[in-house]
T-cell receptor, first 112, second 113 residues
Framework: AQSVTQPDIHITVSEGASLELRCNYS??????LFWYVQSPGQGLQLLLK????DTLVQGIKGFEAEFKRSQSSFNLRKPSVHWSDAAEYFC??????????WGAGTKLIIKP | DAGVIQSPRHEVTEMGQEVTLRCKPI?????LFWYRQTMMRGLELLIY????????DSGMPEDRFSAKMPNASFSTLKIQPSEPRDSAVYFC???????????FGPGTRLTVL
């Protein structure tokens, strides 16, 4: 069955520390891969996406993600988090841009 | 440029009442999506329009839910009659073309008492 797993419901990181949010998927072929961020009371905003090509993808706000086919993973990273990064992050995969399977989300908490 | 506009932002209603949620996509975008977000089920795609035509409504939970897109700049999601289990945040998103990035509205938080 197709699925997306974000194993961490919450992650707490100190401001200035590095961040990695995990995303694993189960899918028959190489899917389209996305990371979205949702700030409190807001809609979702696309951080980055992978369709093909270079497996290290750069996104907005200093985020990057690496597609690892052998591990069926698409982890999101940021070298130094800022308090404004506190939000919920969603990984999504699918055969196209609209037929997406969404992860349950990871809530990022920033410690001052 | 204005993003996706949704109204109302909050709606509180009683069970059995009709609820209409509204969405104005980004001008020029040809695809429109309605999502529902709950703690239990996460984010679910309800229906998707392309050029004002419903393409995939397999996510619409039941006949109480209906969606229309009478023109390129307006869509509605109607629930009648509403039930407490419909309480959720409903998002509208639009994209320029199929396969392009989706831009989400701020959502409508629906509470059915």
């Amino acid at each position: 069955a197709q699925s997306v797993t974000q194993p961490d419901i919450h992650i707490t990181v100190s401001e200035g520390a590095s961040l990695e949010l995990r995303c694993n998927y189960s899918y028959g072929a190489t899917p389209y891969l996305f990371w979205y961020v949702q700030s409190p009371g807001q809609g979702l905003q696309l951080l980055l996406k992978y369709f093909s090509g270079d497996t290290l993808v750069q996104g907005i706000k200093g985020f990057e993600a690496e597609f690892k086919r052998s591990q069926s993973s698409f982890n999101l990273r940021k070298p130094s988090v800022h308090w404004s990064d506190a939000a919920e992050y969603f990984c999504a995969v699918g055969p196209s841009n609209y037929q997406l399977i969404w992860g349950a989300g990871t809530k990022l908490i920033i410690k001052p | 440029d204005a993003g996706v506009i949704q109204s109302p932002r909050h709606e509180v209603t009683e069970m059995g009442q009709e609820v209409t949620l509204r969405c104005k996509p980004i001008s020029g975008h040809n695809s429109l999506f309605w999502y529902r977000q709950t703690m239990m089920r996460g984010l679910e795609l309800l229906i998707y329009f392309n050029n004002n035509v419903p393409i995939d409504d397999s996510g619409m939970p039941e006949d109480r839910f209906s969606a229309k897109m009478p023109n390129a700049s307006f869509s509605t999601l109607k629930i009648q009659p509403s039930e407490p289990r419909d309480s959720a945040v409903y998002f509208c998103a639009s994209s320029l073309i199929v396969g392009d990035t989706q831009y989400f509205g701020p959502g409508t938080r629906l509470t059915v008492l």
